[in-house]
Each structure stands twice: as C-alpha cells, then as structure tokens.
C-alpha cells in the first residue's frame, strides 16, 4: 500500500455546491496531514493543516481526520470557478519527509 | 518579503549538459526539498536536507546531485546520467525542531526541457 493515496477521478461540482474530496493513508505516516492546491503549471500552495481527530475549518475549506479509518478529506463548501486546481494530500513520513498523494483533479462548473 | 524563489523559471538544454538549478529561501527554514513532478504525476521527492553541510537521497536521486553550502540555498545539478530529465522542479522548504509543524512551503519551480 502506497503512504498516501487519493483514487477518485476528476470532480466536476457545480459553482455553489461543495466538493468533497477524499485521501487514505497508510500505517507508514502519521500525525500531520495536509492539503495543498496547484493550478495548472503552478507550484502547489498549502491550503489546510490538520493534526487531530476532527474538523478543522479555514473559509470556505473543511478539513476532516479520521486516524482510527486513516483518512483525511477536504470539504470546499459555495465552490467557485477560481477553486478549479488539482488538490494534493500529503502526510507526514520518517525523517521528517512528506508523503504525497498523486492529487486529484477538480472543475467547477459556473 | 520572505519566501523561496527559484530560478530560472524556464530552461532549455541540449542533452549530456549538466545544468544546475538555485533554490533559495529567505524563511530562515531549515530544512530543504527538491521534487520532480511530470504530467499527471504526483510528487517525487529527488533529495532534501535538513540542516547544513548535510543532505540525504530522496527516491529518485539517481543522475542529480545537490550541495548544501549555506542554510538558504540548496542547489540541484541534473547530471547528463539523468535518463529524462524533462519535468517540472519544485524546491520546498520547512522548519525542524520542537513545535514545527512541518508544513512544508513551495517555491515557484523551474521547467526543464532537455532535447
């Protein structure tokens, strides 16, 4: 099993609606979890960290923690056209390395 | 403004030239990444650091090389060994130490294309 892995396909959502998106992790990282977004040839920029069981909210953007399924998603609520990137989880490893999952794709449709 | 900037923010070369790419941060992080990232692919971390004069191999290091001079700067050379080294290159950094988060924060990324 990969460290961090996000399976779902591009999310199209209408403008205004909420995009769910989803991420596993594996027993290999722990504790810290992030979620970062990357327009189209942009580095990618650090929307939301979260550290503990829960929710975590910032804006627009919800960030839930689940250690005991080991999953992390990110909630974007009223979604907009200038929301349309691809979302990276990442996880911290070992040697204070971040693991990545492969991103998952996001359209809003106006 | 603090932050990491990279540059160039594009670069052409022939192939079996090295080329060196500058990663510089003015954060005062100590810690240092460099991935790779091609189309549709996620993350691939090449190498890092995490305190002076010292770096470690990340999962793809083969045909790149890094030094590790001074706390801001972390340089990556790719190597005419690199097979396809065409890809965008992003630098990355991060504090250590007692309550760091370790978020990590990206610079902008240099595009290689090598032909």
């Known amino acids: 099993q990969k460290e961090v892995e996000q399976n779902s396909g591009p999310l199209s959502v209408p403008e205004g609606a909420i995009a769910s998106l989803n991420c596993t992790y594996s027993?290999?990282?722990?504790?810290?979890f992030f979620w970062y977004r990357q327009y189209s040839g942009k580095s990618p920029e650090l929307i939301m960290s979260?550290?503990?069981?829960g929710d975590k909210e910032d804006g627009r953007f919800t960030a839930q923690l689940n250690k005991a399924s080991q999953y992390v998603s990110l909630l974007i609520r009223d979604s907009q056209p200038s929301d349309s990137a691809t979302y990276l989880c990442a996880a911290k490893g070992g040697n204070n390395r971040l693991a990545f999952g492969k991103g998952n794709q996001v359209v809003v449709i106006p | 403004d603090g932050g990491i900037t990279q540059s160039p923010k594009y670069l052409f070369r022939k192939e079996g030239q090295n080329v060196t790419l500058s990663c510089e941060q003015n954060?005062?992080?100590?810690?240092m990444y460099w991935y790779r990232q091609d189309p549709g692919q996620g993350l691939r971390l090449i190498y890092y650091s995490q305190i002076v004069n010292d770096f470690q191999k990340g999962d793809i290091a083969e045909g790149y090389s890094v030094s590790r001079e001074k706390k801001e700067s972390f340089p990556l050379t790719v190597t005419s060994a690199q097979k396809n080294p065409t890809a965008f290159y992003l630098c990355a950094s991060t504090p250590r130490g007692q309550g760091a988060t370790y978020e990590q924060y990206f610079g902008p990324g240099t595009r290689l294309t090598v032909t």
């Open positions: 954060l005062n992080h100590d810690a």
């Open positions: 979260i550290y503990s069981n």
């Open positions: 027993d290999r990282v722990s504790q810290s």
